[in-house]
C-alpha cells in the first residue's frame, strides 16, 4: 500500500538528481527485470528489493510526489515532513489534501464571516442560538492511498481485497484497462464529516507494476516473440502467451527477425469500446552453443546461393 522504503529514491535506482523522466523510466526498467519475482524464483532478498526499487520509481515518476521529495516536504517514503504551518498556507494546499467547506469556503476568513453573519453580527457569540461555526456541517478529508497491480491485471481486469488504514477491509474492482498513475474512488470510505457533514472519499492510486514478457502502447499490447531459425525459414504454429491466455500464432514462412505479426482484440480489454490489439514482434534466436550441423549445412548453401541482406537498405550509402 503506502510506500516503505526509508533510502533516497534516486540511490534506490542509481540515477542521478538530475536524471530525466525518460533516464528515470529507463533504469526502473531495467532494474524490474533483474529483480520480478517471475524472474527470479521466488528469490526473497530479491523481491524485497524489488519492492523498494517499485516504490522509489512510484514516487520519482509522479511530477508532484518529485517536486516535494526535491523540495524537502516529503521524506523518500512518500510522507509528509514535520512542519509548523499556519492555516492560510494549508488550506491553500492542493484542495484534494484538505477539508472542503460546504458552501465553497476558501480560506478561515470566508468561514468566520460566515458564522457571524448567521448570529447576526460580531456581537453575538458563536455558541448562541441561531447556530454558528459550531453547527456548520463540513465534508471530512480524502484519503490517499497506493495499489501496485500486476501488468494483466491491468489489462484484463481483475478484483482485488486489500485492507487500508483508517478505511478497513475493502474489495477493489481493477477495471479493464487501467492506466498507471489513475485513481479509484471509493466514496463515502475518507475521513468523518464534521457537525454531520458527508464523510470524504478514499482515494487508491494504482501502480502497475513492469512485466518481463509484456509492455504497453497505447490500448495495444508489445511483445518480443523468440524464433529458431528453422521456423523463420519453414514457418509453423507456435504457441504464446496473451493477456487472458494463450493461443497458436502461426508463423509465415521466410519470417525475417523484426517482423510484427497482430492479433486482433488481444490487447487491452475494456469494459466499453474496441479492444486494442497485440502486437508481436519476431526475433530470430540462435542455437547455444553453436550447432555444428546447422554451421556446415548453411556453409553448403552458401556456396551455391547468394543474396545480399543489405541491398537497398538506407545504412549502404
Known amino acids: 500500500m503506502a510506500e516503505t522504503s526509508v533510502r ?16 528515470i523510466k529507463k533504469a526502473y526498467r531495467k532494474l524490474a527485470k533483474e529483480l520480478h519475482p517471475d524472474l527470479t524464483g521466488g528469490d526473497p532478498k530479491k523481491a524485497e528489493r524489488f519492492k523498494e526499487v517499485s516504490a522509489a520509481h512510484d514516487l520519482l515518476r509522479d511530477p508532484e510526489k518529485k517536486r516535494r521529495y526535491d523540495a524537502g516536504e516529503i521524506d523518500a517514503s512518500g510522507q509528509e515532513k514535520p512542519q509548523r504551518q499556519y492555516y492560510r498556507s494549508y488550506a491553500e494546499n ?44 463540513m465534508r471530512g478529508q480524502d484519503l490517499h492511498f497506493h495499489l501496485e497491480v500486476d501488468f494483466l491485471d491491468a489489462i484484463t481486469g481483475a478484483k482485488k481485497t486489500v485492507t487500508l488504514p483508517e478505511v478497513g477491509r475493502v474489495e477493489l474492482t481493477i477495471p479493464a484497462g487501467i492506466e498507471d498513475g489513475q485513481s479509484l474512488r471509493l466514496a463515502g470510505r475518507g475521513g468523518p464529516g464534521v457537525n454531520g457533514g458527508p464523510a470524504g472519499d478514499a482515494l487508491v492510486r494504482i501502480s502497475v507494476a513492469a512485466d518481463p514478457v509484456f509492455s504497453r502502447d497505447g490500448d495495444d499490447v508489445l511483445m518480443e516473440l523468440p524464433i529458431s531459425i528453422d521456423e523463420a525459414v519453414l514457418g509453423g504454429p507456435v504457441e504464446v502467451p496473451v493477456p487472458g491466455g494463450r493461443v497458436k500464432l502461426k508463423v509465415p514462412a521466410n519470417s525475417s527477425s523484426g517482423r510484427v505479426m497482430r492479433l486482433r482484440g488481444k490487447g487491452v480489454q475494456r469494459a466499453h469500446g474496441t479492444p486494442g490489439d497485440l502486437r508481436i514482434t519476431l526475433k530470430i534466436v540462435l542455437p547455444e552453443p553453436e550447432d555444428v550441423a546447422l554451421a556446415e549445412a548453411v556453409k553448403a548453401w552458401r556456396a551455391k546461393h547468394h543474396y545480399d541482406p543489405r541491398a537497398g537498405w538506407k545504412g549502404e550509402r
Open 8 to 23: 533516497d529514491p534516486y540511490e534506490v535506482l542509481g540515477v542521478a538528481k538530475t536524471a530525466t523522466e525518460a533516464e
Open 94 to 137: 492542493d484542495p484534494s489534501q484538505r477539508y472542503e467547506y460546504e458552501g465553497g469556503f476558501d480560506d478561515l476568513g470566508d468561514i468566520f464571516s460566515r458564522a457571524f453573519r448567521a448570529q447576526g453580527g460580531a456581537g453575538r457569540g458563536f455558541g448562541g442560538a441561531g447556530g454558528g461555526f459550531e453547527q456548520m456541517k
